[in-house]
T-cell receptor, first 111, second 114 residues
Framework: DQQVKQNSPSLSVQEGRISILNCDYTNSMFDYFLWYKKYPAEGPTFLISISSIKDKNEDGRFTVFLNKSAKHLSLHIVPSQPGDSAVYFCAASESGYALNFGKGTSLLVTP | DTAVSQTPKYLVTQMGNDKSIKCEQNLGHDTMYWYKQDSKKFLKIMFSYNNKELIINETVPNRFSPKSPDKAHLNLHINSLELGDSAVYFC?????????????FGSGTRLTVV
């Protein structure tokens, strides 16, 4: 049973525009939520996280939003750059437990 | 300096063989993980060790046996390899089992069983 779901396998955005990646989860006990970025033949790289006590966290061009009532989080990238093209994984966990990952969304940023 | 290093990067082997994958981290972390990414790209937790103690053991065939000789190392031994074991295996580490600052992942070991 998959507790973290990314329903869009791919997304294409023009350079300079906003990229919005979405993620849903089913386990109400999750209290940490993270986004990872992955390039081919490399391991996932941590991007940004948010705890359940917040609804927004920003780091430069990246912002994560959490809607606990809807069990939904999203990652906004503004402005999108060609170097952002990668697979983005959403992950979530209860404190002290391992991260559960979604299947990833492949983002392509075109010039 | 590579923070989390896995060896080998690629492994091609025949069904029925026994193989090991090694992982080392130089970050001073005390918790290490093995994840499996299958053909559907789904990253799934297999095992976790905290201070050399097994703390997570998901539903994984007992042909898979992790070993942590010390906090900086977590190895994965697989007996009697099957075609379905073909996947990319990622090692990861963190401090104090804390997910908030993210796990640091290795670059993966692509295992192909023929």
């Amino acid at each position: 049973d998959q507790q973290v779901k990314q329903n869009s396998p791919s997304l294409s955005v023009q350079e300079g525009r906003i990229s919005i990646l979405n993620c849903d989860y089913t386990n109400s006990m999750f209290d940490y939520f993270l986004w990872y970025k992955k390039y081919p033949a490399e391991g996932p790289t941590f991007l940004i996280s948010i705890s359940s006590i917040k609804d927004k966290n920003e780091d430069g061009r990246f912002t994560v939003f959490l809607n606990k009532s809807a069990k939904h989080l999203s990652l906004h990238i503004v402005p999108s750059q060609p170097g952002d093209s990668a697979v983005y994984f959403c992950a979530a966990s209860e404190s002290g437990y391992a991260l559960n990952f979604g299947k990833g969304t492949s983002l392509l940023v075109t010039p | 300096d590579t923070a989390v290093s896995q060896t080998p990067k690629y492994l091609v082997t025949q069904m029925g063989n026994d193989k090991s994958i090694k992982c080392e981290q130089n970050l001073g972390h005390d918790t290490m993980y093995w994840y499996k990414q299958d053909s559907k790209k789904f990253l799934k937790i297999m095992f976790s060790y905290n201070n050399k103690e097994l703390i997570i053991n998901e539903t994984v065939p007992n042909r898979f046996s992790p070993k942590s000789p010390d906090k900086a190392h977590l190895n994965l031994h697989i007996n009697s390899l099957e075609l379905g074991d073909s996947a990319v295996y990622f090692c990861a580490s963190t401090l104090n089992r804390d997910p908030f600052y993210g796990y640091t992942f290795g670059s993966g070991t692509r295992l192909t069983v023929v």
